[in-house]
């Protein structure tokens, strides 16, 4: 008879938090291990994290994570995968506000657009494409490596194995830094880029030059969104795992061994009181930092230091009113052609950002309210707006639906990068927004920690942290 390979058994895993984190790694594990992995997925709140949608007269907004870059490799599959669809992109212009007045306006016509940005930057605006560029020629070697199953076992070896010592510097020295040494003047980053990671991380330009490119990047190229909301990749993703996904917090993770391999206990708070699970591996992707999460890890030796870091609060206004043109110079409401205000670093400037932000679900008659009349305005701000704040934006509004978000890191405040791998096979995905903060960054690093995760497990040491991978990569092909 034909020898039959005993059935594998049946690996238990927990993944903490169901954003785009937690269901991408889910997906990933499965994808992976195959049918022996069995999934838990632990969610306190939506399923979607921080791409969460608002509903203003019936119709539901993207309050966050709104747009997704177009060589977004992973979210691209993932829209594939599931089915959706990419949302009709409705045309509209963007200016940058000082507070005063208008320092850099967009019209219709592109190549006008170049020619103001030359006339006023001169060959800055040259020197950041090409610089953006290469970061992002360098950092789309991660796909290949991941195609071959090769995976990090932490977030500098990553860095490095797509632009060497470079890129690892590039997260602990500022974008400002890193653009004037390649030519870009004072007065492009002080208007533009300042502007441009104002209303992505609602930070300086002290930002690390990584997070800084990332973010440029998205700016630059053509972006895209998911048609019905892009939470509809988690529960996509998570619906076609199978996962098992509990609505509860969890609030620590203990350490047991049994038949000497280490076993996980999960301990978590939901509306039935406390319970508790027991693991082979678990994926964290909440952030593990005491503004974010009281986590308590029990019975590590060495036990499992805190994360350094803080976490910027920010609050998105999506506000149902009247624009105030005549605060942005335009006494005349229908004479205002902007849907998008970006503002520079301006002491007496109350918000980072604004923009007339479309509906998750654009239909083909759907078209851009007039400036003059009432339409849905995003408002990104550091502090709750004020009424007077309120008026100075809007002569009159209908709604106003506030979120506070601790959404990105403040990038100024860690030196070093979080470790991915805690445990034996206990990981940490969230560390990567110390990097940069994307849904796409969050979607690779998912992808690395599942091959890591299953490399450790079948003890493939030649597929972990390997050197000189694009001469690897180009001998395989």
């Known amino acids: 008879p034909l020898l039959t390979r005993p059935p594998l058994r049946s690996l238990p895993a927990a993944v903490v938090g169901a954003g785009l984190g937690g269901s991408a790694?889910?997906?990933f594990l499965q994808q992976h291990f195959g049918p022996q992995v069995q999934l838990d997925v632990y969610e306190a709140a939506g399923v979607g994290g921080r791409l969460a949608t608002v509903t203003v007269n019936k119709q539901q907004y993207e309050s966050r994570g709104a747009s997704i870059h177009a060589l977004s490799l992973h979210m691209q599959d993932f829209v594939k995968i599931l089915g959706l669809k990419h949302r009709r992109e409705v045309a509209g212009k963007s200016a940058i506000f000082s507070g005063e007045h208008f320092v850099l306006e967009e019209t219709d016509w592109y190549l006008l657009n170049l020619f103001r940005l030359w006339w006023h930057y001169g060959i800055s605006f040259l020197r950041l494409q090409m610089w953006v560029e290469e970061v992002m020629e360098k950092f789309m070697r991660i796909y290949k490596y991941q195609a071959h199953g090769y995976a990090f076992s932490s977030l500098e070896e990553l860095l490095r194995s797509l632009g060497g010592d470079a890129f690892v510097n590039m997260t602990q020295r500022s974008v400002a830094e890193s653009l004037l040494e390649v030519g870009v003047t004072q007065r492009f980053v002080d208007d533009v880029i300042a502007a441009v990671l104002r209303s992505s991380y609602g930070q300086s330009v002290l930002v690390p030059a990584f997070a800084g490119a990332m973010s440029l990047a998205g700016a630059q190229g053509s972006t895209w969104a998911v048609e019905g909301g892009n939470k509809l990749v988690?529960?996509?993703l998570l619906k076609l795992t199978k996962a098992n996904v509990i609505p509860a917090r969890v609030t620590g993770?203990?350490?047991h061994s049994s038949e000497g391999r280490a076993l996980y206990q999960v301990h978590y708070e939901s509306s039935e009181g406390q319970?508790?699970?027991?693991?082979?591996m678990v994926v964290v992707t909440t952030p593990l930092h005491p503004s974010r999460s009281n986590f308590t890890f029990e019975n590590f030796e060495p036990p499992i230091a805190d994360f350094p870091g803080a976490f910027q609060p920010s609050v998105t206004s999506v506000v149902h009113g009247y624009l105030n043109s005549s605060y942005f110079g335009f006494p005349d409401p229908k004479l205002f052609p902007f849907t998008s205000i970006l503002t520079t670093d301006t002491p007496d400037l109350f918000f980072n950002a604004m923009d007339n932000i479309c509906p998750v679900n654009i239909s083909a008659a759907?078209?851009?309210?007039?400036?003059?009349e009432a339409a849905v305005w995003r408002v990104l701000s550091q502090q709750p707006l004020d009424k007077h704040q309120l008026k100075t934006l809007f002569r009159s509004y209908y709604s106003v639906q506030v979120t506070e978000w601790q959404t990105y890191p403040r990038y100024d405040a860690a030196k070093t990068l979080p470790p991915i791998v805690l445990h034996e096979n206990l990981f940490y995905l969230s560390g990567v927004e110390w990097v940069a903060s994307s849904m796409e960054m969050i979607a690779v690093a998912a992808k690395n920690v599942a091959?890591?995760?299953?490399?450790?497990w079948h003890q493939d040491l030649e597929k972990i942290d390997q050197k000189d991978l694009m001469h690897k990569v180009k001998t395989e092909l």
């Open 253 to 255: 993770i203990s350490l």
């Open 366 to 372: 759907f078209r851009r309210k007039q400036p003059q």
């Open 234 to 236: 988690c529960l996509g």
């Open 25 to 27: 790694a889910a997906y």
């Open 275 to 280: 319970g508790s699970a027991f693991y082979d």
């Open 451 to 456: 091959l890591l995760a299953y490399n450790r």
